[in-house]
């Protein structure tokens, strides 16, 4: 079964920046797009960027559009989230997940990493 690593996070200063990276194994890595979502407590967990098993097509929150950036090297299978211009509002709990379908919706997503704190202050 698929199973997700994620490394990264910690706390920052606003402006600064920080990567994310998730390892993948227990199935053929082209076999899946790719994403990130965050979650605060007391909130729905929601869709930050997407990328396809290729890594061609990319897809980006609003909210984060022009300042993050995802990327994925099949070769060593794991994606990225390189996170640059931080705000306070960027906080929370960061989770990799994996799915076979093109979709940023969050309840198509069966394959989760544990999730890593991001914190970023004032």
């Known amino acids: 079964q698929v199973q997700l690593d994620q490394f990264g996070g910690g706390s920052v200063q606003a402006g600064d920046s920080l990567r994310l990276s998730c390892v993948f194994s227990?199935?053929?890595?082209?076999?899946?797009?790719m994403a990130w979502f965050r979650q605060v407590l007391g909130r729905e967990r929601e869709f930050v960027a997407f990328i396809s098993w290729g890594g061609s097509q990319r897809i980006y929150a609003d909210s984060v559009e022009g300042r993050f950036t995802i990327s994925r090297d099949n070769a060593e299978y794991t994606v990225y989230l390189q996170m640059n211009s931080l705000k306070p509002e960027d906080s929370g709990v960061y989770y990799c997940g994996a799915t076979r379908i093109r979709t940023t919706d969050v309840w198509q997503y069966v394959n989760w990493g544990k999730g890593t704190q991001v914190t970023v202050y004032s």
């Open positions: 227990g199935m053929p890595f082209t076999d899946y797009n």
